[in-house]
């Protein structure tokens, strides 16, 4: 794939496509928008044939930076052990200054981010103070929940950096002045900067070259890769500068058609072998089953016929069932509770014992007689 696209890839088309757009820019700018100019950078667009099964980050070294030595980057390093915040900072300082790098304007310790820069407002003043971050790659995966979503929506997201590498000042000046594709898994399209509309358009096309070749060697995807490569800026339209050969589709049907031809002759033996026949059954064995197919058949038959009765002669049944007999009226009559009749007991009881007190009362009242 890599080689068909280098060939593909004009030199000349290329270059006339990114003075097309640079001319585009420029009949577009009006005053106001003229200051503007400088930070509108160039872009490669790449359509991809699938949607990749995962994510991918793919850094881009480019031959011409396309960031000024003006801009501000900030490090973001680990904590040394048996050291301070502002001991480790001097340290990294003593650092770069010895490997020669002059592109680093602040550094920033990991207690140092944790502590100082906690609330909201401390992060977004940091995101506005600098253009670009790097970070050392030793706690890069402890950054996310300390720096917070707006590093990641406005496309700051820090960039690893071994700072013990022998060529220290080779990687980072590649990290800052080259680019990086961020490969989703979400969707076939990606891009990635190339420069900013001020450079001219050699440098820009030689960038371009660059960035084409290693993110086809850096694909990790199988087959034709690549379907279309746009150049577009942020206000304006997309330019094709690569377009993919069709030919590869005609090789993608015909290495499909076997497999469905061998998945529906799969399905068919899945169905004659559930009816009781196997796909690989001879001749003979079908003549044999089919024969006792057939007797069973014939003796099924032959006990239906002797299980069937001749109805001639009406069996009388009952047209009405019998009615059940009713009970008289008074057998009906519900019982007494047993509660009531206590209650009547009781009530009996009572007036046996006023009669025997008033009695009592009467025989001491009359005198009796001499």
């Given at each position: 794939m890599a080689d068909k696209t280098e060939a593909v890839l004009d030199r000349a088309q290329v270059k006339k496509a990114v003075q097309a757009l640079q001319a585009f820019l420029k009949t577009k700018s009006t005053r106001e928008s003229l200051l503007l100019d400088d930070t509108q950078y160039i872009s490669l667009l790449f359509t991809l044939w699938k949607i990749p099964k995962k994510a991918q980050t793919i850094r881009i070294p480019l031959p011409h930076g396309q960031r000024t030595d003006t801009e501000e980057v900030c490090l973001f390093t680990r904590d040394e052990p048996n050291m301070t915040?502002?001991?480790?900072?001097?340290?990294?300082?003593?650092?770069?200054?010895?490997?020669?790098?002059?592109?680093?304007?602040?550094?920033?310790?990991?207690?140092?981010?944790?502590?100082?820069?906690?609330?909201?407002?401390?992060?977004?003043?940091?995101?506005?103070?600098?253009?670009?971050?790097?970070?050392?790659d030793r706690v890069r995966r402890l950054l996310p929940s300390h720096l917070g979503k707006h590093f990641y929506e406005r496309k700051k997201e820090?960039?690893?950096?071994?700072?013990?590498?022998?060529?220290?000042?080779?990687?980072?000046?590649?990290?800052?002045?080259?680019?990086?594709?961020?490969?989703?898994?979400?969707?076939?399209?990606?891009?990635?900067?190339?420069?900013?509309?001020?450079?001219?358009?050699?440098?820009?096309?030689?960038?371009?070259?660059?960035?084409?070749?290693?993110?086809?060697?850096?694909?990790?995807?199988?087959?034709?890769?690549?379907?279309?490569?746009h150049i577009k800026s942020q206000t304006s339209v997309a330019l094709p500068i690569y377009t993919s050969d069709l030919t590869h589709l005609s090789q993608v049907k015909q290495t499909k058609k076997p497999k469905e031809k061998k998945k529906a002759t799969k399905k068919k033996g899945n169905k004659k072998q559930r009816k009781g026949t196997k796909a690989t059954d001879t001749p003979a064995e079908k003549g044999v089953k089919e024969n006792v197919k057939e007797n069973v058949k014939e003796n099924v038959k032959e006990d239906k016929e002797e299980e069937e009765i001749p109805q001639l002669i009406p069996i009388?049944?009952?047209?009405?069932?019998?009615?059940?007999?009713?009970r008289p009226k008074k057998q009906l009559e519900k019982a007494p509770k047993p509660a009531a009749v206590k209650k009547g007991t009781r009530a009996q009881s009572k007036l046996t014992k006023k009669a025997g007190t008033i009695e009592s009362k009467v025989k001491r009242k009359v005198p009796k007689v001499k």
């Open positions: 915040s502002e001991q480790t900072q001097r340290f990294y300082k003593k650092l770069l200054v010895e490997k020669g790098v002059k592109n680093v304007s602040e550094i920033i310790p990991y207690k140092v981010l944790k502590t100082e820069y906690k609330p909201y407002e401390a992060k977004r003043r940091l995101l506005g103070n600098f253009d670009m971050f790097i970070s050392d820090p960039l690893c950096v071994n700072l013990q590498s022998k060529n220290l000042a080779r990687e980072i000046h590649s990290v800052i002045q080259g680019t990086s594709l961020k490969v989703t898994n979400k969707g076939c399209c990606c891009m990635a900067r190339v420069g900013p509309s001020s450079m001219t358009a050699d440098e820009v096309t030689e960038n371009i070259e660059a960035a084409v070749k290693t993110v086809v060697a850096k694909l990790r995807m199988k087959g034709p890769v690549i379907k279309i490569i009388e049944t009952p047209s009405k069932k019998p009615k059940l007999e009713k």
